[in-house]
């Protein structure tokens, strides 16, 4: 079973970058796509992107200008990079895996870190 | 743009069966898988039903999906205390090319 253990800074100024990784253990990467989910305090899931082994992208669309994806094999880890925070962007961050086979998804959101909350506050 | 709405209550007694409604307002749901996840107190959300209808390894058999045109649905018979959680619908956006959730539906074990 596939376990994911993530890390990143939990307290941010305003204009800061927000970093964040999840480690990826009991399992390779193969064809999945890794993801990046957000909760606001109190509000629903937000879907931030995924990314996969061949370094393919997706973006949410209201957050894609501000984020960017990595992923580093060697290290079995892929990272989230959130440019410019504000206050909006506090809230709870997953990473999290979509199972895919050859592009096909499987099950998506089968695995998930176990959170790191990030506030935004001067 | 996919808008998937739930309600964002629900409520049942134990050994009752309830269900939780997911539509949407254009055709990703029709076209697309929806699966749901169900979110602890405290907790990460954990995959509870996918594709529709299946149900991961562990999941209990009194969990089950549905789907019909616009429209999917998780129930929940027997209901159990330890379920009193909130339940996410999700699926993928073809239009947006993204994942898209659900608001969320909080269910309250009376």
């Known amino acids: 079973q596939v376990q994911l253990q993530q890390w990143g800074a939990g307290l941010l100024k305003p204009s800061e970058t927000l970093s964040l990784s999840c480690a990826v253990s009991?399992?390779?990467?193969?064809?999945?796509?890794w993801s990046w989910i957000r909760q606001s305090p109190g509000k629903g899931l937000e879907w931030i992107g995924e990314i996969n082994q061949s370094g393919s992208t997706n973006y949410n669309p209201s957050l894609k200008s501000r984020v960017a994806l990595s992923l580093d094999t060697s290290k079995n880890q892929f990272s989230l990079n959130v440019s410019s925070v504000t206050a909006a962007d506090t809230a709870v961050y997953y990473c999290a895996r979509v199972v895919s086979v050859f592009g096909v998804v499987l099950q998506p959101f089968d695995s998930w870190g176990q959170g790191t909350l990030v506030t935004v506050a001067s | 743009q996919s808008v998937l709405t739930q309600p964002p209550s629900a409520s049942g007694t134990p050994g009752q069966r309830v269900s939780i409604s997911c539509s949407e307002s254009s055709s990703d749901i029709e076209s697309n898988y929806v699966h749901w996840y169900q979110q602890l107190p405290g907790m990460a959300p954990t995959l509870l039903i996918f594709?529709?209808?299946q149900r991961p390894s562990g999941v209990p058999a009194r969990f089950s999906g549905s789907k019909s045109g616009t429209s999917a649905s998780l129930a929940i018979s027997g209901l159990q205390s330890e379920d009193e959680a909130d339940y996410y619908c999700?699926?993928?956006?073809?239009?947006?090319?993204?994942?898209?959730f659900g608001g969320g539906t909080k269910l309250t074990v009376l």
């Open positions: 594709k529709n209808s």
């Open positions: 999700a699926t993928w956006d073809d239009s947006l090319g993204a994942w898209v």
């Open positions: 009991g399992g390779s990467f193969s064809d999945d796509y």
